[in-house]
């Protein structure tokens, strides 16, 4: 009896191949990306502050909003932990 009875290989090959074309586009739009990033820094760009600027664009203005609010209040606040206590005379 044969093990791949009513298992459509044609079909799995054809979602395989699919998917291994799709690696090999994301390869290379890695690669590319790579390279981008190389003459940026080539050119004296910071690429982690423009990593960063890729970060913060994929959100949306609130959620932007809201981390910036968060970051400066929690700043502020450790700011004010390391000052000196003022003593009372």
């Known amino acids: 009896m044969d093990d791949t009875v009513g298992?459509?290989?044609d079909r799995?090959?054809?979602?395989?191949?699919r998917i291994e074309h799709i690696e090999e586009e994301l390869k290379a739009l890695n690669e590319g990306k790579k390279e981008v990033f190389a003459e940026a820094k080539g050119d004296g760009f910071d690429v982690k502050i423009l990593k960063e600027i890729i970060r913060l664009r994929?959100?949306?203005k609130d959620e932007r909003d809201?981390?910036?609010?968060?970051?400066?209040?929690?700043m502020r606040a450790m700011e004010s932990a390391d000052a000196p206590l003022a003593k009372a005379a």
Not at 12 to 17: H, N, P, S
Not at 66 to 74: G, I, N, P, S
């Open 12 to 17: 799995i090959r054809a979602f395989v191949e």
């Open 7 to 9: 298992i459509a290989g």
């Open 58 to 60: 994929k959100q949306d």
């Open 66 to 74: 809201e981390h910036e609010t968060l970051l400066d209040l929690y």
